[in-house]
């Protein structure tokens, strides 16, 4: 309501400048009455002020609620979106709805508000022309009138246009957001180049859209600020047609001119109304059809049931519902003893399940790859879609789980474990020790204070397990679910963690009911009760003997894993511990990202009881940096920078336009005050004619001038749209290049919120708001330059307060300006924080739904929110108090106009008044309007500034090189030689590996062992030059590989990851993103790894689709999609990464036969916590605290029974 008061007022303004002219017009009039209607024009004008600031301020805070209220809502909905919403809707798009949508809403929100009071003041201005020119006036409604339809055409078209830009800027942010999440591997197999071809090219789309958008407003604009114009000339034209050009005056006119302008600024705002509304709508669209996805239905039941905990009765599973995708995560296999086979029959992953598990016990679940072992207890969480049958978990029970692959918060390591429990220090201290973590923490820098960055990128996957494994243990759940914990960690600490926590007899979890996905067979004597899975379908259930009585699959299971029987098994395991407590000697760096300490690997029993262990709080226990936060004015080299991305040449050519289009718009004045003038001044005696003649003249002049204007403009928001998209271009692929080269180390060190925050809002500031920001403040300069001289010509006595006033208002938008821009600086800042948080959230989802914490995981968003929020609205209220001050000067301007024509009146004609009047009354908002827009402009500048930041990052070494010329076939042979080497992960930290002299013949097999963190996978990121040399060489093939480009590197040489990473696509890009191979390579190779079978029962086979991440995917298959990789690459150099820590023991032993077949001729460097898997190794590589401990073949080792691989060996049973 008062917004609509506010603008009901301005239409007061011209029956004040008729008064005016009137009195100056009339040289008898009294002076009194001149100051009275100057006082009466600037209270109008105090009163619209004052309502417009207050207005403005309710919206803006309603704006800021709706942006919270929304980004919450998308939160909340994100956590419960069900496996198809999920699978429909990426993370990339998501963080889009977040950050770009709801941000959109509260920038224009403002303005479409104004669709309630422009029709209002619209229709009161037209009424008032009807007043002055009669029936002329429907001329130029009828020209004004065609501007509503055509602003709704072009708006809708626009919206089009937007539409499919921001479809594709969905699919950019996604695609990013999974190169940043697998960045590592990315740089591991070299397709940096394809993956940025990818994102040009989803980029190229973009920005396609975005200049089809950027034509349609320009046409919007042209058409609302010409066509009042040309209503102008067409109702005088009419007017003077119909009551004769000696009816012309310069009351008549300008009292016109003035409503024409209200209704000017009106029109031209009108388009910009429509465009605000459809982008509005666009956006609540886009979150409305998000926050209508299907939800997670939480079929687990909880009724009271004191015999079993856990029921699961005929139930049926799916995790999608199209069979034409990919069933994700857990795939129905057929295993026969020769070869693993995946099949494809239906959506069901798990058909016809009944368990029951009674309080306390110990169940195993073991199975082939892909059988739905890690299905089961996505399952019990409530993960699946129940098709059929039932689950319930007793009444009261709490869940505790360990994902497969860890889940780890960007916290400190303690409260990783406590996950917002109360500290109980003897409590900790026993689980961590018999997690096997204590030995970490005392040597950690910062011990449990240290802080681990996200995903838990400075810990090793072993002791991201057992953090992971400790959070679990901790909570004191009644119910415990553990997916293959004992895969990622070395064999004698899996048993250490067998005995100390999962164990009936000896463990914490004794009295606990446990459910223990596993691949690790030497649990199995130790369990109540064994499910065996096949298929998707319980295969066999019951006891250890039981099974190894009736059922043959477990018994070839179990004999694949040469345990004979449960006797010896325990008789390993009391060696085993009795070995822990002497293997502590053994100490080994962490092998992590930016840690700058060593630490005893091998895991110590606590001995003291019930007392807590002591940590020792170190210093420099941050990893994560600080977002950089700049200070001060916004260099001026930032503004150079992005008109030199516009191209100097588009950019003078916009402005040299501008300029002359606005000098257009002040002709018009200068004209119609001549023309007022010239009518007024002829001889009474002069004929009809002549009056005729000169009206004739000074229309058409007028339509000249209005022709010129149109050219002009048009050219100007051409080159404008033209620039402005060409900076995005440049912009972006400068971004984009710096962070594909960026050294890992850096990712490490900085959250993936912050980085997604600069390609999401930042780049969203630079493809849209930018473009208007600018036109609109060149255009409102150029017309208050022109307004300015025009007064002080007429009225020189205006250049004195002129002075003053331009320099309060410098003063004022100074002072507000350094307050706006730091807010803007920390608002970016907050939101890159929520950005975190929500990646954080959504990629542990399972595990917040398993630990019931989302209430909690809610309110830390909201907290996040507030802290935005404390950005935001202070500077909403500091734009409130410019307003209001800005609004004080604008009317002091008019004062003083007005008073300077009342004390000229003697000299002044009522045409040259009127012309002081109008501009005085235009220039108010303009110069309100000019000073906020330019502050959003330098608000703008903050993202080319932080986008700035990162095109100015460090980067690693060169991809290609020139300073060798590299044979076609390198390496050919593969001999790998390592001289005095050392490196570590960042400047000023400690050597990771140190003094490593070896020599790695041609073809020879290298089996890699150590305890965790010794120093094992450093070893393969120095391969890659993922770290760079500290001291000494490595030479591949009697080459310095310092010397080489890393593409060039990288390419030659082949890695199966310890973490398999997929991207979304197709199998056939996953396997081959060149597209070098053809369909009969990838097929072979798909044959050698497992998995052609399973290929060929999908409908789309080679381009059936991969989720995100690999989601729709066992973690089993994914490794032997990266296996395929592998084959496919076949270079004479292949690493393995503890590849096969994800797969089951008869798999394994089939993938080591096939890496032994098709790498029989290659050098082959095998990481590996089962033992097994590197005993048929030509020698063996010992790592001990970033050393080389021992190096010689397996039967030379395990004959000297003080070394460390005989320990090694024994903990794993084999001797």
């Not at 403002?110 to 009071?117: A, C, G, K, N």
């Not at 109304?273 to 079929?299: A, G, Q």
């Not at 350094?818 to 890159?832: A, G, V, W, Y």
């Not at 996953?1070 to 497992?1090: A, I, K, M, R």
């Amino acid at each position: 309501m008062l917004l609509i008061v506010a603008y009901i007022i301005p239409t007061l303004q011209p029956l004040i400048i008729k008064l005016l002219i009137d009195f100056v017009d009339d040289k008898y009039d009294y002076q009194w009455h001149g100051y009275v209607y100057t006082v009466m024009l600037v209270v109008i004008n105090i009163i619209y002020s004052l309502l417009n600031a207050y207005s403005i301020e309710i919206i803006n805070t309603m704006g800021i609620r709706v942006k919270s209220c929304l980004t919450s809502a998308i939160y909340r909905k994100a956590l419960v979106l069900s496996n198809d919403s999920k699978r429909l809707t990426p993370n990339g798009e998501i963080v889009n709805l977040m950050t770009v949508d709801c941000q959109r809403i509260i920038d224009y929100l403002q303005l479409s508000v104004l669709v309630f009071t422009l029709p209002i003041q619209i229709c009161l201005a037209i009424y008032l022309i009807y007043q002055q020119l009669g029936v002329a006036a429907f001329v130029g409604l009828a020209i004004l009138t065609a501007i509503i339809p055509a602003s709704f055409i072009l708006t809708v078209f626009n919206g089009l246009s937007k539409q499919k830009q921001f479809e594709f800027k969905d699919s950019r942010l996604n695609k990013m957001n999974e190169i940043l999440n697998g960045m590592k591997i990315l740089k591991l197999y070299a397709w940096e180049i394809p993956y940025l071809k990818i994102i040009n090219k989803i980029r190229n789309r973009e920005l396609k859209y975005m200049l089809t958008s950027g034509l349609w407003l320009a046409v919007t604009l042209l058409m609302g600020t010409a066509l009042p114009m040309v209503a102008q000339l067409a109702t005088f034209g009419t007017y003077a047609g119909m009551e004769g050009g000696d009816k012309i005056n310069a009351q008549r006119i300008f009292v016109s001119v003035s409503l024409f302008t209200i209704l000017n600024s009106n029109i031209i705002t009108l388009p910009f109304t429509f465009n605000s509304i459809s982008l509005i709508f666009v956006s609540l669209k886009r979150i409305d059809k998000f926050l209508k996805l299907p939800e997670h239905y939480n079929y687990v039941k909880n009724n009271d049931n004191k015999q079993f905990s856990v029921t699961v009765d005929m139930a049926t599973f799916s995790w999608i519902g199209n069979e034409n995708d990919l069933q994700l995560t857990t795939i129905p296999t057929t295993t026969t003893t020769n070869s693993t086979t995946i099949t494809n029959n239906n959506n069901h992953t798990l058909r016809d399940i009944n368990l029951d598990i009674t309080n306390g016990m110990f169940v195993a679940v073991v199975g082939g790859v892909g059988s739905g072992k890690s299905s089961l207890l996505s399952a019990l969480i409530g993960d699946m879609e129940l098709i059929g049958g039932s689950v319930n978990i007793s009444q009261d029970q709490s869940l505790a789980y360990v994902p497969q692959q860890s889940w780890i918060l960007n916290a400190t390591l303690k409260d990783n474990i406590l996950f917002s429990k109360p500290y109980d220090p003897i409590k900790y201290s026993q689980v961590v020790s018999a997690c096997a973590l204590e030995p970490d923490l005392r040597q950690l820098s910062g011990g449990d204070e240290t802080e681990i960055g996200e995903k838990g990128i400075n810990l090793s996957g072993g002791q991201k397990q057992r953090v992971s494994l400790c959070r679990a243990v901790y909570s004191d759940a009644d119910i415990y679910l553990f997916d293959d914990p004992l895969s990622a960690v070395d064999s004698h600490v899996g048993k250490h963690i067998m005995t100390e926590v999962l164990s009936s007899r000896t463990g914490l979890l004794r009295q606990k009911t446990r459910i223990l996905v596993t691949n690790q067979l030497f649990v199995l004597p130790d369990v109540d009760l064994i499910v065996v899975l096949k298929d998707g379908s319980v295969a066999a259930i019951g006891t250890y003997e039981q099974l190894l009585d009736n059922n043959q699959e477990f018994i070839d299971l179990v004999a694949q894993y040469s345990v004979n029987n449960r006797q010896q098994q325990q008789n390993n395991q009391e060696e085993d511990e009795d070995m822990l407590t002497d293997s502590q000697h053994s100490t080994g760096s962490i092998d992590i990202n930016n840690t700058t300490t060593t630490t005893t690997i091998a895991p110590t029993v606590d001995t003291t009881g019930d007392q807590p262990f002591n940590i020792t709080t170190i210093t420099n226990t941050q990893l994560i940096d600080e977002e950089h936060l700049e200070s001060g004015r916004i260099k001026f080299g930032i503004y150079i920078k992005y008109i030199r991305s516009m191209t100097i040449i588009l950019a003078v050519i916009f402005l040299i336009s501008q300029i002359g289009a606005n000098g257009m718009q002040i002709a018009v004045y200068n004209l119609l005050s001549k023309w007022t003038s010239d009518i007024s001044g002829a001889d009474s005696n002069s004929d009809a004619d002549t009056i005729r003649s000169k009206t004739r003249y000074y229309l058409s002049v007028l339509a000249a001038l209005i022709v010129a204007f149109i050219v002009l403009f048009m050219v100007a928001i051409l080159g404008l749209v033209a620039g402005t998209r060409r900076a995005a271009r440049q912009l972006h692929g400068q971004i984009l290049e710096r962070v594909m080269h960026a050294p890992m180390t850096w990712f490490d060190t900085t959250p993936l919120g912050r980085i997604l925050n600069r390609f999401s809002r930042d780049l969203d500031v630079l493809d849209g708001q930018i473009f208007e920001y600018l036109h609109e403040f060149f255009y409102e300069f150029i017309t208050l330059i022109g307004g300015l001289i025009n007064i002080s010509v007429l009225t020189p006595l205006f250049l004195v307060p002129l002075v003053v006033i331009i320099s309060l208002f410098v003063l004022f938008q100074e002072f507000y300006k350094k307050t706006s821009r730091q807010l803007k600086r920390l608002e970016s800042i907050t939101r890159s924080r929520i950005i975190s948080h929500f990646e954080e959230s959504v990629n542990g989802l399972s595990s917040v739904r398993a630990y019931r914490c989302s209430d909690r995981f809610v309110r830390e968003i909201e907290t996040r929110l507030d802290a935005n929020q404390m950005c935001l609205y202070p500077n909403a209220m500091a734009i409130s108090w410019l307003q209001t001050r800005l609004a004080v000067l604008s009317n002091l301007l008019i004062f003083f106009a007005a008073l300077f024509a009342v004390l000229s009146k003697d000299r002044l004609t009522g045409g040259s008044i009127g012309v002081t009047l109008s501009l005085a009354i235009g220039l108010m908002p303009t110069f309100e309007y000019l000073i906020k827009v330019f502050i959003l402009i330098e608000n703008s500048i903050v993202s080319v500034e932080r986008v700035d930041e990162y095109t100015r990052l460090e980067s690693e070494a060169d991809w290609h090189s020139t300073a060798i010329e590299l044979p076609t076939n390198w390496p050919s042979n593969g001999s790998v030689r390592f001289e005095g080497y050392g490196t570590r992960y960042r400047p000023g930290l400690d050597l990771v590996l140190r003094g490593i002299d070896i020599c790695i013949k041609p073809k020879e097999k290298i089996g890699i062992v150590g305890r965790t963190g010794a120093g094992k996978s450093s070893l393969t990121l120095a391969l890659f030059r993922i770290i760079e040399p500290a001291m000494g060489n490595i030479i591949i093939d009697d080459i310095d590989i310092s010397r080489l480009g890393l593409q060039e590197l990288r390419s030659r040489l082949t890695i199966i990851p310890q973490e398999p990473v997929l991207y979304s696509g197709t199998i056939r890009s996953n396997l081959d993103p060149f597209g070098n191979h053809t369909d009969s390579d990838l097929w072979s190779v798909l044959e050698q790894s497992h998995l052609k079978q399973f290929i060929q029962s999908l409908d789309k086979q080679l381009d059936s689709s991969v989720a995100e991440s690999g989601d729709n995917l066992s973690v089993g298959q994914r490794q032997l999609v990266c296996l395929a990789r592998a084959l496919l690459r076949h270079t004479s150099v292949l690493i393995l990464d503890e590849a096969t820590a994800a797969i089951d023991i008869e798999t394994d032993a089939l993938i080591q036969q096939t890496i032994r077949q098709e790498f029989s001729s290659c050098t082959v460097l095998t990481i590996a916590h089962r033992i097994n898997t590197i005993m048929d190794s030509d020698r063996v590589l010992v790592f001990n605290n970033g050393r080389v401990a021992e190096f010689d073949e397996p039967d030379v080792l395990l004959a000297n029974k003080s070394s460390i691989f005989y320990t090694l060996a024994r903990d794993a049973g084999i001797i």
